[in-house]
């Protein structure tokens, strides 16, 4: 009987798991920039790997996002240390940065970079796509971080 209800369990989450690969809702709303301005705002979603187990942060597993008119981008997410401030001009935000300290203090307030991510380990990762879209994105904890991309839009990233 045990074993009946185990291998159930087991063959409803194998079912949960490869039905869909947006099974943890990672998404992009742009919150500067083109994107931002429009009406309704377009919203990436992203797409991870599926392993049967996994140990570390969801973000890490992350494989592509995909953009409102459907370019697929393609990258690998890693693990960094945040270690230095960097506040480009304005105009010289395109990725790839060192960091993205300019969007998450001007996603979620000033000195927010200083204060909770400086010194501390961050998912960080650039999505590149075939129609030229680049785009850099870092989370603290794989439910909230910030976007960049290469067409002046800063992104707030929601799982």
């Known amino acids: 009987m045990k074993a009946k209800l185990v291998l159930s369990l087991f063959a409803l989450y194998v079912c949960i798991i490869t039905a869909n690969d947006y099974a943890f809702g990672q998404k992009l709303y742009p919150v500067q920039g083109p994107l931002a301005t ?27 996002w995909t953009v409102a008119d459907g370019e697929v981008l393609q ?22 940065q060192p960091n993205l300290a300019f969007a998450w203090d001007a996603v979620y307030g000033q000195g927010f970079f200083v204060a909770r991510i400086l010194g501390k380990n961050i998912g960080q990762a650039v999505f590149t796509g075939s129609q030229g879209t680049v785009l850099q994105v870092e989370s603290l904890d794989g439910r909230n971080g910030v976007a960049v991309d290469n067409k ?7 799982w």
């Open 152 to 158: 002046g839009n800063m992104y707030k990233l929601v």
């Open 38 to 64: 429009q009406t309704p705002q377009p919203v990436l979603t992203g797409q991870i790997r599926r392993p049967m187990f996994s140990a570390g942060p969801v973000f890490l597993l992350l494989k592509s």
């Open 75 to 96: 990258g690998k997410p890693k693990t960094v240390k945040a270690t230095s401030v960097n506040m480009p001009p304005a105009e010289a935000c395109d990725p790839p």
